[in-house]
Structure formats: structure tokens, C-alpha cells
């Protein structure tokens, strides 16, 4: 392989994992300002509810959705939720809690290998409307 191949690779591949955080409007309907951020193809978006109440609103929601979970994931500071959809991807969910004094939590979801914007958009939106 050549040296400008191979450079081209390696700027294509950081590209790829270092990604580029994309703003994403949570509630266009209502107005809020709030938003969510597209990192590396994980979707991060903030909530104000309990850690306990995120995961059981979370849990059913990705049951009515037909996800297959997998197993779950209780730490100290963040419960993760691991799950299978149709097609054997892999979609995760972690939350936890900002420690910012205002007692908001932090849901982070991964839907498939490279991510799924749309998709956990969808799951992020039917969390919150669960809660």
C-alpha cells in the first residue's frame, strides 16, 4: 500500500470516529428550546425525571417498540440497557444522572453499529412521552 493511501485511510477513519456533534431539535411541536446533541452516532438528549423512572418508561417503551432486550446494566451513577431489533442490531441505552444541582438525567442511545439518528430520535421521543 502507498504512504498517500494509507494517510487517506487513517483521515477518513478519524473522521468516522471522532465525529461531528450535531444539534438536534427534541420538540419542534411545543417550542422549547431544548435540544440534543448527535455525537459519533450516539444521541444524547437531557430529561427532568428520576434515573428509576427513565429506566422503567425506557424498558417499556423498547418493549412495545419489539426490541428484544438483552440484559441491563446497574452502576452506581447509570443504569444501561442493552437490546436486540429486528435485523440483530444492537441497540443501547444508558442513563444517567447529571450531577449539575438540578436533577436532570442524561439519556444516551445507540442504535445499530454506526448509529441511527432517526430512530433514537423516535425512542428518545416515546420515553419522554411515557413519562
Known amino acids: 500500500m502507498n504512504v498517500k493511501a494509507f494517510f487517506s485511510i487513517i483521515s477518513i477513519s478519524m473522521l468516522l470516529f471522532t465525529g461531528c456533534t450535531t444539534q438536534v431539535a427534541i420538540d ?3 417550542g422549547l428550546e ?3 446533541s448527535y455525537t459519533a452516532g450516539y444521541f444524547y438528549a437531557p430529561l427532568d425525571a428520576s434515573v428509576s423512572e427513565i429506566f422503567r418508561a425506557a424498558i417499556r417503551e423498547m418493549d ?6 438483552t440484559g441491563e446494566r446497574h452502576g452506581k451513577e447509570s443504569i444501561k440497557i442493552y437490546a436486540r431489533k429486528v435485523g440483530d442490531q444492537l441497540v443501547s441505552v444508558r442513563i444517567r444522572s447529571v450531577m449539575d444541582g438540578e436533577g436532570q438525567t442524561e439519556l444516551r442511545i445507540r442504535v445499530g453499529e454506526l448509529g441511527n439518528l432517526a430512530e433514537s430520535q423516535v425512542l428518545y421521543a416515546r420515553i419522554r412521552d411515557a413519562l
Open 28 to 30: 419542534p411541536q411545543t
Open 34 to 36: 431544548q435540544s440534543a
Open 64 to 69: 412495545d417498540m419489539g426490541y428484544f432486550r
